[in-house]
């Protein structure tokens, strides 16, 4: 089923045929759910074609291979996405709707493959997406959780967390392989014993071991034939099936391993941002890592037999450092396993790893207590406590007499774990996910280290990928492009400034905003069914979606949606555009500010969405469980894209260029990538606001801010803050929104109040929220904006990032996969 050669009547064929091997059904007789079964394996059965031609081109050809080793992958559903890839979504809607199947319906049955929590999975999988479709050889290495990121439901305005079980009626693009099989080891203690030259042995005694099982799911490059792989591990136990039940100890031994390994995989931390030092975590991270790096040595010494080369053909990414114990597995492998001496290894692993750092917040930087990473990993312990060693030596001989760099820089101290220094000590390279993010961590947080090692401190501004965020999240616009300027910008997005002339056409123009109302109609269906809430598609779509955190300002947000009511409420006459805001936001499960937040939002909607006072022109609308599949749409459907993060603390933002290609304008804050945005697009067509990140962080550092001086002076911000605890948004209960008040203006809640400088940006923001609705009265002015966005937002396609990490870090091998068929 090669481009152009799609035979509509084998692909029915081939669905009719599934439908009887798999149910016993015929088409008429299977319901949607047995549909999308089917569907999905004909379109596996094409991909598999594809799958093994370029495992062939991999062992012809010898290319070096990226493992992407990352704890989440947020891949979000794969019939839609692989279709298009395989360029056949037209063709195979076609094919169904003449046998009167929508599939739109069926889509809609596949669970939302969602093992990540927000940014750094979703980063994740656009980048396997990019390698496929630029014809790089990777390995996507994760963990095959059995339930994702946690469902949300809103009850009574709250966020309650529900299971995912997303693996509940089997999920078709999964491929079982037993073959892999890798045993990992927990526990027990070190055994050093001599070898006959000398030279010392270590052998880990009394372990507890579970065995790691890949599945494979296969990631479509565009138009090319080329499939890579992402290789999720399932955990199960060794012995259980062995014992001799009439052993005492051994079947306490067997149910013990029974239960680590359900437990291993059984759920992804649903925290983002926050580190809670869980034992159970840090078995998850070793266990993923241990079968990886077994599987990719493997995988290489099947041709190769020197070692000693091993960087010449792998490369390992860190995503983050989750999965840092990579760093300490290569050197037990090499030393242990492979017998070459600490030197020899030390050599190739720092020649084989690489870092990328996601985040300044100090709360998530990994730190593990030494007691349960020595007990739970005491080879693993042993290595880094040498690494360690000689690591303090160097800085000794470097900054002699300088305790302080000791204090700050080694990898072990103060009875801790430090994993970013682990990671930087080892690595050959360390990367910031933009600009802005790589000037601060070289500056502030690991300046230490930058004055070490500049050489391994580069940038990597993220991207995001065009085939789903365009493509298939918003095909009307995706055939306007094409209409306009072909269609290149589907593997080359900087095409998209040829769309610049057609900014100032007036027939372009109508064509676009066009568009954007059909998009919004969409939306505006969708909240209906799922909120109950008319909104008018005539309305601006000021939308946040995104994690909820204290540092991305939901709060500030909210805010001013109250401060807006008041004006309006005071004046009911006045002229006021109607407004639409939008917010969709998950909650870690123990993050209190966090969901009280959600509950203030809809509190607060439902206070505004119902006062017959103001006519409708606020609304407030809450996405319950917003997640890759809704987002699609959120995207498409937005006038106003919400980037308000605090100044430095977001690393990048991914959501912000999803809005960008969608002919959104950003109201934003100098943070993370806007910063780039800015530049790309021009600062007449963003809106920018706040403090820099110099000013927060000179504020930071002087212990200055003092949010009670702004409070007191500023009656509009006094009302909105006072109205938290005075029952406006919560007449039954008054109390209920203390703690936020309490944030922003009381010194014992938090190390100093107002945290995130949200009353100081305030008036800042409703300044840039005023000139926003001005700007979107003059139609001609926002529509040429709005182009200018998408015709500006080439830099950030996740192949422009990728081809980055290959020329400047993995440097990797191009490969070419020919037709199948
Ligand atoms: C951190 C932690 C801390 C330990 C508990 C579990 C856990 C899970 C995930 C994380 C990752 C937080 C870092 C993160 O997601 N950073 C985001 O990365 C995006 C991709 O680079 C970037 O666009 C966002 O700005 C950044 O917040």
């Not at 945005?677 to 000013?695: H, L, R, T, W, Y």
Request: hydrophobic fraction near 40%.
């Amino acid at each position: 089923m090669k481009s152009g050669v799609f035979d509509k009547k084998a692909f029915i064929q081939s669905v009719r045929d599934n439908l009887k091997n798999l149910y016993r059904k015929t088409l008429e007789e299977a319901d949607q759910q047995e549909i999308f079964q089917a569907v999905s394996f004909a379109v596996k059965d094409v991909i598999n074609d594809r799958w093994l031609a370029t495992q062939q081109v991999f062992d012809k050809e010898d290319p070096k291979i990226v493992y992407y080793m990352s704890m989440e992958f947020l891949m979000g559903r794969a019939l839609g996405n692989n279709l298009i890839n395989l360029k056949e979504y037209k063709e195979v809607r076609e094919a169904l709707d003449e046998i009167g199947l929508n599939l739109d319906v069926i889509e809609d049955q596949e669970p939302d493959p969602a093992l990540g929590n927000g940014g750094l999975g979703r980063l994740a999988a656009c980048f396997m997406d990019s390698l496929s479709t630029l014809g790089y050889a990777a390995y996507g290495c994760g963990i095959r959780y059995r339930y994702g990121m946690f469902k949300q439901k809103i009850q009574d305005g709250f966020q309650v967390e529900v299971p995912d079980n997303w693996l509940k009626n089997g999920y078709p693009f999964e491929l079982h392989r037993p073959e892999y099989t890798y045993e990992i080891k927990f526990g027990g203690h070190v055994r050093t014993e001599s070898r006959e030259d000398g030279s010392l042995r270590f052998v880990q005694e009394d372990y507890q071991s579970v065995l790691a099982i890949p599945y494979d799911m296969p990631v479509v490059g565009y138009g090319n034939n080329v499939v890579n792989t992402l290789m999720i591990w399932d955990a199960a136990a060794k012995d259980y099936f062995e014992l001799d039940s009439f052993d005492k100890g051994d079947y306490q031994k067997a149910v013990e391993q029974q239960n680590l390994a359900r437990n291993l995989v059984e759920v992804l931390y649903p925290n983002d941002n926050h580190v809670a030092g869980k034992e159970l975590r840090l078995k998850q991270q070793y266990f993923f890592v241990s079968a990886s790096v077994q599987r990719a040595l493997a995988r290489y010494k099947k041709n190769h037999d020197d070692i000693r080369r091993l960087p010449e053909k792998v490369t390992f990414q860190l995503n983050d450092t989750h999965p840092t114990v990579t760093v300490a597995e290569l050197m037990r492998i090499l030393v242990d396993e492979e017998g070459l001496g600490w030197d020899e290894a030390w050599e190739i692993t720092t020649k084989t790893c690489a870092y990328t750092n996601h985040t300044i917040m100090a709360e998530a930087l990994e730190k593990w207590p030494i007691e349960i990473f020595q007990r739970l990993l005491p080879r693993i312990y042993q290595i880094v406590d040498e690494i360690n060693r000689r690591f303090v030596l160097q800085i000794q001989e470097r900054y002699p007499g300088d305790d302080g760099k000791v204090a700050r820089m080694a990898i072990l101290y103060d009875g801790q774990v430090k994993m970013a220094h682990l990671a930087i000590v080892a690595g050959y390279s360390v990367n910031g996910v933009a600009r802005l993010h790589t000037e601060i961590l070289k500056n502030e947080q690991l300046h230490d280290f930058y004055e070490m090692f500049p050489e391994k401190f580069n940038n990597k501004t993220n991207g995001i990928t065009q085939r789903r965020f365009l493509m298939h999240g918003n095909p009307l616009l995706a055939d306007w492009v094409t209409k306009h300027i072909g269609d290149g910008w589907i593997t080359e997005l900087m095409q998209l400034a040829r769309l610049v002339p057609y900014a100032s056409d007036a027939k372009a123009q109508k064509e676009f905003m066009e568009i954007k109302r059909r998009n919004k109609v969409r939306l505006a269906e969708y909240i209906k069914e799922h909120n109950g809430i008319e909104v008018d598609p005539d309305s601006i779509f000021d939308v946040q979606v995104k994690r909820l955190h204290e540092y991305k300002r939901q709060f500030l947000n909210i805010l001013h949606v109250m401060y807006l009511y008041n004006e309006l409420k005071a004046n009911p006459q006045m002229d006021f555009y109607p407004r639409t805001f939008i917010f969709g936001a998950k909650a870690a499960a123990g993050y209190r500010n966090a969901k009280l937040t959600i509950k203030l939002i809809n509190s607060v909607a439902d206070v505004i969405n119902n006062d017959a006072d103001i006519k409708g022109k606020i609304k407030v609308v809450f996405i319950e469980d917003y997640r890759v599949s809704n987002a699609e749409w959120i995207f498409a459907a937005a006038d106003v894209s919400e980037q308000i993060s605090t100044a430095s603390k977001e690393a990048s933002g991914t959501g912000n260029m999803k809005f960008m290609l969608n002919g959104a304008l950003t109201l934003g804050t100098m943070d993370g990538a806007n910063v780039e945005m800015a530049e790309e697009v021009g600062m007449e067509n963003i809106f920018i606001f706040g403090m820099s990140s110099e000013e927060v962080i000179a504020h930071e550092r002087n212990r200055d801010y003092d949010p009670m001086q702004i409070y007191n002076s500023d009656e509009g911000i006094r009302k909105v803050v006072n109205q938290l605890v005075d029952g406006t948004f919560s007449p039954n209960d008054p109390g209920l929104f203390r703690d936020l008040y309490n944030s922003l203006l009381n010194t014992q809640c938090t190390q100093y109040a107002d945290t995130y400088f949200i009353l100081k940006d305030f008036r800042s923001y409703v300044d840039a929220q005023k000139r926003i609705v001005e700007y979107y009265q003059d139609k001609q002015a926002w529509a040429k904006s709005a182009i200018l966005n998408t015709a500006h937002a080439g830099k950030f396609s996740s192949d422009r990032t990728i081809q980055e990490y290959v020329d400047e870090i993995w440097h990797l091998d191009h490969i070419t996969v020919p037709d199948a068929l």
